[in-house]
Nanobody, 127 residues
Framework: EVQLVESGGGLVQAGGSLRLSCSASGFTLDDYGIGWFRQAPGKEREGVSCITKNGDTYYTDSVKGRFAISSDNPKNTVYLQMNSLKPEDTAVYYC?????????????????????WGQGTQVTVSS
């Protein structure tokens, strides 16, 4: 059974850091990339960062220089290190296996999640 479980969220003051974890089962990181997405109240879910199965990383502009995605393939886990957090980073964060449609350049807006959404992990940044 394919499953991804997010963890590591919490309440942090602006400027603080958190590390999110995405533990995958039912497939390996050698087969699929992983994307991190977030959804703030009243807003659509958006892509935040992704790491392809080749290890290439991509970020949405608002988190570049602050967030870093990495993978530990033996543990089948992907991490999102979030530094210099801002109140606008407050959201529920989700991870999903991703694919890139044929013929499309890899960007944070072209990745397609192919696994069901889990419960996510809440990140709250206070000002």
């Amino acid at each position: 059974e394919v499953q991804l479980v997010e963890s590591g969220g919490g309440l942090v003051q602006a400027g603080g850091s958190l590390r999110l974890s995405c533990s995958a089962s039912g497939f390996t990181l050698d087969d699929y990339g992983i994307g991190w997405f977030r959804q703030a109240p009243g807003k659509e879910r958006e892509g935040v960062s992704c790491i392809t199965k080749n290890g290439d990383t991509y970020y949405t502009d608002s988190v570049k220089g602050r967030f870093a995605i990495s993978s530990d393939n033996p543990k089948n886990t992907v991490y999102l290190q979030m530094n210099s957090l801002k109140p606008e980073d407050t959201a529920v964060y989700y991870c999903a296996a991703i694919v890139i449609p044929t013929g499309y350049e890899v960007t944070i807006t072209t990745i397609v999640p192919i696994t069901s959404w889990g419960q996510g992990t809440q990140v709250t940044v206070s000002s």
